[in-house]
């Protein structure tokens, strides 16, 4: 039994499990420069949005940028796993504040987590979640339609790694 006052969602969300054409490393490479480590320390010390507006403009040319990593293969070392893997957050948190002073619950699925990974025949891939699955979840218009412009991003930068964007990510409208 929840109290009164306690939201409870079931959701199903749609995850995007992409074939890349570059090898691991380059695949990796290519993912880090098409959306590149937010520089925290230069958001913080911005006089006000605007200037975080412009700044992620700058800093995030396909609109994303990464604000965790971590080297899946590393951790896994010694185990009998044979998979090549690397894990991020990736977003831009001013496309997030759209929907953040809505709800701050939203930063549940904000930033995006992907996955590169590669089997020991070198088959690369992307994994994410479709942004428009999770945020449609919200009960709000307006936080539904920053996930339908997430999928746009998220179509042009799988099109910028030179791999075909899936068919869910296209506009419905």
């Not at 070198?122 to 699955?133: C, F, G, H, I, K």
Request: aromatic share 8%; net charge negative.
């Amino acid at each position: 039994m929840t109290s009164i006052d306690t939201r409870v969602v079931i959701h199903q969300v749609r995850r995007l499990d992409v074939p890349l054409p570059q090898r691991y490393d380059e695949a990796v490479r290519r993912y880090e420069e098409l959306a590149p480590v937010a520089d925290i320390a230069r958001f913080e010390q911005l006089p006000n949005w605007e200037a975080a507006l412009e700044l992620a403009a700058t800093n995030a040319p396909h609109g994303f940028m990464i604000y965790w990593k971590s080297d899946v293969t590393a951790m896994m070392a010694g185990s009998p796993s044979g998979w090549k893997c690397t894990e991020y957050l990736m977003g831009n948190h001013t496309i997030a504040e759209r929907m953040f002073h809505h709800d701050p619950s939203v930063m549940l699925h904000a930033p995006l987590r992907t996955v590169i990974y590669a089997d020991a025949g070198e088959r690369t891939r992307l994994a994410v979640d479709q942004p428009s699955t999770l945020f449609s979840t919200y009960d709000n218009p307006a936080i539904a339609e920053v996930g339908r412009h997430l999928d746009r991003l998220l179509a042009e930068l799988f099109t910028a790694m030179g791999a075909t964007p899936p068919a869910e990510l296209k506009p419905t409208r």
